[in-house]
């Protein structure tokens, strides 16, 4: 790819431009509310893969939200390419811990990154990194060197689980044929360590409901005498996890697949210092399942943990009340062969049958999906790994994630095509949270690495 250095300095302003304008709309796909700005920002995606080359795009509607669709054909006998993308993100809340407005873009140095990183929602997670893809677009279209097909799958709803996409995808096989997929939604272990993610975590997302009394008591008149729903259901989450923080669902590990001490060993050589994570999340100790590393809990294990909880009073001053319900949201992330419908299921008949007599239980399903490992030996990961060996002068390393894309094991199914997970953001870019970030150089060297992966995909699939 010749002068790709030269064309992203050159550019580099209108770049970081473009993104801040798509970072002021606040798509959060969650909130009805924000409905107009999410479809706004469908119309911006459209827009800027027109510019970029794309020779056809199009808004495709779902019974949720759209679906934008691109493609560049050159030659029907070459590859295709089918970049994946998001433009959802996730509320913003709590807005008062964001050191700058969530929807007000900011570049700000830090110590992490001396070149700036840009401070808004969805600054990495996940539209710093799809925007990559269309940038990486514009330089291969308008040098003349785009070596092979592409098209472009960018959707409004996988921050709340990618329902619509799911049937567009089974609707559409001949539209969304393709060779390989390609998507950055993911992260790499340091800015001079590049990796590529080789598995995803599954996820079963459910909320559940205690309800005690008809209505909400006095604590005075009452306490003591009535089963209180906060209480309960505090016991019941603490019941989840035993003194080794095992899961305690039966059958909720029947299918986890024990790696290998080799493999295990070869997860170890990636560089990690407990240290510096202990003091990056100002902690004084990790936490987590018995026998395992800590690199090892957040990717190869299963978890479970309450995403938020409440019931009663919870405003200023004091009332003593005694809560007639009592709420939490509880996230499990999967490993492959794990069934996230079956965990769902796992996890509803255990918590119902927990529950004390003077109180009744609800378990409601939200959303969930399939882990996935893609092999290292593929053409696809050998294009990744040329791509990244030569944008940062050295082998990335393979590695699982702890996070999930419940949309990939499905493309697999579906399409019958590999995954490749090229992502750019870091650990420490606080996606979901207050003061996401992106780096300005994870940014842009995004957009100078991903051409080089359709060059040598297109030269290894000959």
């Known amino acids: 790819m010749n002068n790709i250095k030269d064309y992203v300095s050159a ?3 209108r770049f970081l431009n473009e993104l801040i304008e798509l970072l002021k709309i606040p798509s959060v796909s969650a909130d009805s509310a924000f409905k107009q700005d999410v479809l706004k920002t469908a119309d911006a995606v459209k827009e800027s893969l027109e510019k970029a080359g794309c020779d056809k795009v199009e808004i495709c509607e779902t019974n949720g939200y759209p679906i934008v669709y691109g493609e560049k054909i050159i030659d029907k006998k070459l590859p295709t390419v089918l970049v994946y993308g998001h433009y959802d993100v996730q509320p913003a809340d709590p807005i008062e811990l964001w050191d700058s407005p969530p929807y007000e873009p900011v570049i700000k140095k830090t110590e992490l990154h001396p070149e700036g990183a840009i401070f808004a929602r969805g600054a990495c997670d996940d539209k710093g990194q799809m925007y990559m893809h269309v940038k990486a677009l514009e330089f291969m279209t308008s040098t003349n060197q785009l070596p092979c097909n592409v098209k472009f799958m960018i959707e409004g709803e996988e921050e ?3 329902v619509n996409l799911s049937t567009f995808v089974k609707n559409n096989h001949e539209k969304l044929k393709n060779d390989v997929i390609l998507i950055s939604d993911t992260g790499m272990i340091a800015k001079d ?3 590529i993610t080789t598995g995803l975590r599954g996820l079963s997302y459910v909320e559940v409901e205690v309800t005690g009394p008809n209505r909400d008591l006095h604590s005075g008149l009452y306490g003591g005498a009535v089963a209180n729903p906060i209480n309960v259901l505090t016991k019941m989450i603490a019941s989840l996890h ?9 059958g909720f590990y029947d299918k986890v697949e024990d790696l290998s001490q080799e493999e295990r060993a070869e997860m170890a050589k990636a560089p990690f210092s407990l240290e510096d994570y202990k003091k990056a999340l100002d902690i004084d100790a990790v936490y987590g399942e018995e026998g395992y590393t800590t690199n090892e809990r957040n990717s190869i294990r299963p978890t479970l943990d309450v995403n938020g909880i409440w019931g009663g009073y919870i405003g200023e001053g004091a009332k003593t009340v005694i809560a007639s319900k009592a709420y939490a949201k509880i996230s499990m992330r999967l490993v492959p062969h794990q069934d996230w419908e079956e965990i769902t299921e796992l996890f509803k008949t255990h918590f119902e049958s927990i529950a004390p007599a003077g109180v009744k239980v609800k378990v409601t399903p939200h959303h969930g999906g399939q882990g996935y490992v893609t092999p290292i030996d593929s053409i696809g990961y050998q294009a990744a790994s040329k791509a990244y060996e030569e944008s940062f002068g050295k082998k990335p390393i393979p590695q699982r994630s702890g996070g999930s894309i419940p949309i990939v094991a499905l493309f697999e199914q579906e399409l019958k ?7 750019f953001g870091l650990d420490s870019d606080a996606i979901h949270s207050p003061n996401e970030h992106y780096g300005v150089w994870n940014y842009f060297k995004g957009i100078e690495t991903i051409p080089l992966f359709y060059k040598y995909f297109t030269e290894l699939s000959k």
Not at 242 to 250: K, L, V
Not at 417 to 423: E, Q, R, V
Request: net charge negative; hydrophobic share 30%; charged share 20%.
């Open 193 to 195: 360590v590049p990796s």
């Open 160 to 162: 709340v689980g990618s």
């Open 417 to 423: 095509s590999k995954t490749i997970l090229m992502g």
């Open 242 to 250: 035993d003194e080794n923080n095992h899961i305690t669902i039966p």
């Open 11 to 13: 550019n580099k302003d």
